[in-house]
């Protein structure tokens, strides 16, 4: 069974940053793909991002290209989401996911089999 611990959300304001971490623990693959989700009250749940471990494929929705940078340290088996010129649309609750399968047909399309608890971030106008 793969563990997925999130940190790093908080609050903040407009403009602002913030770096979420994931650890994953268990996996016992050697290539597999990480990613964050998120979920705002009333909404459906939002692919942010997601990367390939040992991989140079990234994938990024569109609302946070350009702001969001996703990353990867293979050694720890941890993966980053820097977070710059936050918004309040991107307020939410932030889910690290993790499946062997990658999102090859897009964000939209993916399923991983594995969560994190969620970490909430909060930025204020």
């Known amino acids: 069974q793969v563990h997925l611990v999130e940190s790093g959300g908080g609050s903040v304001q407009a403009g602002g940053s913030l770096r979420l971490s994931c650890a994953a623990s268990?996996?016992?693959?050697?290539?597999?793909?990480m990613g964050w989700f998120r979920q705002a009250p009333g909404k459906e749940r939002e692919g942010v991002a997601a990367?390939?471990?040992?991989?140079?494929?990234?994938w990024y929705a569109d609302s946070v290209k350009g702001r969001f940078t996703i990353s990867q340290d293979n050694a720890q088996n941890t993966v980053y989401l820097q977070m710059n010129s936050l918004k309040p649309e991107d307020t939410a609750m932030y889910y690290c996911?993790?499946?062997?399968?990658?999102?090859?047909?897009?964000?939209?399309?993916?399923?991983?089999?594995?969560w994190g608890q969620g970490t909430q971030v909060t930025v204020s106008s």
């Open positions: 268990r996996y016992t693959s050697s290539s597999y793909c």
């Open positions: 996911a993790a499946d062997g399968r990658c999102p090859y047909y897009g964000l939209r399309a993916w399923s991983p089999g594995y």
């Open positions: 990367i390939k471990t040992r991989g140079p494929n990234k």
